[in-house]
């Protein structure tokens, strides 16, 4: 059996779940990059023929509150080519990924060179104050050049961290780290291609738009009526990007692209000034929160939270002006949940928690204005959720539990009353998966099972399959080291 094939992970990520932000940025990006096929010895590619997929990561500070894990791990860990090691001062002192490394190298012959220590802080040091887990303070690892994800004086975070997935990539692949960072390079110019007709087409038009409402404004009198109805237009489709694509477009289109479409609504806003002092903030509002998205793409989370800080402080201002004004309190229950987000990445757990109990209560009030508005329900359930994961990372799980259990109240309902609606169909395997049993994880599998042979299973929910049918081997057959098993989960 060549190496390619014997196992069914390319690498497996371990780390401390004070660092799980670190662990995502480097699973996300190494699954989405393109290796470069000629350059890469056969014997050292993954099993994915363009792609460093699949990467294994523990999704269960994703809000599974089960501690039966010790059996998926283990195998996992026996499937895995590589152990990637995220190494601080938190994965230090963390029994759990010490357990995770032993057993890999158990499983691998105790071959040290298919394990890489990643640092993410801390310093490499055979004693003292080290940020290597014990069994990998070793002559063999501290010679060796280590990949690094701490940034230079002065860069932010995401440079530190783009510089450690380029250093990691090299050592997996045996490739030149300058062709790597070439190859990403090339990827992120094959993806801006792929959306950037699309985006300078309406945004073409936008300006196209304004430019004539401008000309027409400074014309006669006759043709004012003229004039107005294209501002009228243009801002119209700038608003259906600050407001209705903002998802799509921080989903799909890379931050560089997303920053330029940022500076093209800055320059719109300070030459045309909006169409009224209050549309004129609640737009200043959004254009905050969409900064705040990229400075926390970034890593740069200060700068988030101050973007953020200023989107909440217009919207309080503009929810107090016009209670009655659904759309501003609605808009008010965003920058709250952007708020929490942000503070329980800063760890912040408090916080967290106070912006996203202070957003369900509005949400709730919204929601009983009119019990037939499915999107106000929906909106209802992405606050349960957010407060359901908080009270977990607080270790509060029959709290976490009565809110999942709204969640999933209210999401089966909505798809009861439109089952062909894809994204609620998709919320509620969200929510069943977040009550983990045997029952609902089953039911929650049969669902994408049915969307996948309708072949209306959205491509980026493909790999819910694989990782629910782990779970419920896991709960099917619970190890019997409960005791052990809750200790390391503690640490973890």
């Known amino acids: 059996m060549s190496e390619e094939s014997k196992y069914k992970y390319y690498a497996f990520i371990s780390y401390s779940r004070m660092d799980s932000r670190a662990a995502k940025y480097l699973h996300r990006n190494l699954e989405k990059f393109r290796f470069p096929v000629k350059l890469v010895d056969e014997s050292l590619r993954p099993p994915h023929k363009k792609f460093i997929r699949p990467v294994f990561i523990d999704r269960r500070d994703l809000g599974n509150m089960a501690n039966s894990f010790t059996e998926d791990i283990k195998k996992a860990l026996r499937e895995s080519r590589y152990l990637l090691v995220l190494c601080s001062p938190n994965s230090a002192v963390s029994q759990w990924v010490e357990e995770e490394i032993a057993y890999f190298l158990e499983t691998h012959d105790n071959d040290l060179s298919l394990v890489v220590p990643i640092v993410l802080a801390g310093r490499p040091e055979l004693e003292g104050e080290t940020c290597l887990p014990p069994t990998l303070r070793d002559k063999?690892?501290?010679?060796?050049?280590?990949?690094?994800?701490?940034?230079?004086?002065?860069?932010?975070?995401?440079?530190?961290?783009?510089?450690?997935?380029?250093?990691?990539?090299?050592?997996?692949?045996?490739?030149?780290?300058?062709?790597?960072?070439?190859?990403?390079?090339?990827?992120?110019?094959?993806?801006?291609?792929?959306?950037?007709?699309?985006?300078?087409?309406?945004?073409?038009?936008?300006?196209?738009?304004?430019?004539?409402?401008?000309?027409?404004?400074?014309?006669?009198?006759?043709?004012?009526?003229?004039?107005v109805a294209q501002r009228d237009r243009a801002e119209k489709l700038l608003r259906f990007f600050i407001y209705d694509l903002r998802d799509e477009i921080y989903k799909?289109?890379?931050?560089?692209?997303?920053?330029?479409?940022?500076?093209?609504?800055?320059?719109?806003?300070?030459?045309?000034?909006?169409?009224?002092?209050?549309?004129?903030?609640?737009?200043?509002?959004?254009?905050?929160?969409?900064?705040?998205?990229?400075?926390?793409?970034?890593?740069?989370?200060?700068?988030a939270l101050k973007l953020y800080e200023e989107s909440l402080e217009i919207r309080r201002r503009l929810a107090a002006k016009d209670p009655k004004n659904d759309t501003w309190q609605r808009d008010l229950t965003v920058s709250l949940n952007n708020m929490g987000d942000v503070y329980a990445a800063l760890g912040d757990t408090e916080s967290a928690l106070k912006h996203h109990k202070e957003s369900l209560e509005m949400k709730r009030r919204l929601a009983e204005k009119d019990p037939n508005d499915d999107y106000w329900q929906n909106d209802l359930t992405v606050c349960l959720n957010n407060l359901g994961d908080v009270y977990v990372s607080l270790n509060d799980t029959e709290s976490a539990s009565k809110h999942y259990e709204e969640m999933l109240e209210i999401t089966r309902r909505l798809v009861e009353k439109d089952p062909n609606n894809i994204g609620w169909q998709c919320d509620l395997v969200a929510s069943l998966v977040r009550q983990f049993t045997i029952e609902s994880l089953t039911e929650a599998s049969e669902i994408l099972e049915r969307l996948k042979a309708e072949g209306k299973l959205p491509a980026d929910k493909e790999e819910w399959i694989s990782l629910i049918q782990e779970d419920l081997d896991a709960l099917k057959n619970p190890p019997a080291e409960a005791t052990e098993q809750a200790e390391r989960a503690h640490d973890h």
């Open 140 to 227: 063999r690892i501290t010679d060796r050049n280590l990949p690094s994800m701490i940034p230079d004086e002065g860069d932010p975070e995401k440079v530190g961290w783009e510089i450690g997935l380029v250093q990691t990539l090299s050592y997996l692949l045996r490739v030149n780290r300058d062709r790597i960072k070439r190859s990403i390079d090339e990827e992120e110019r094959r993806q801006r291609r792929r959306i950037l007709t699309i985006i300078s087409t309406a945004l073409a038009i936008c300006i196209c738009l304004t430019v004539w409402a401008m000309f027409e404004r400074s014309r006669a009198e006759r043709n004012e009526q003229v004039a």
């Open 252 to 303: 799909y289109v890379p931050t560089e692209t997303r920053e330029r479409i940022q500076e093209k609504v800055r320059e719109y806003q300070e030459t045309t000034g909006g169409d009224g002092v209050d549309e004129q903030e609640r737009d200043h509002a959004a254009h905050m929160d969409n900064e705040g998205d990229l400075a926390l793409d970034r890593g740069d989370t200060s700068t």
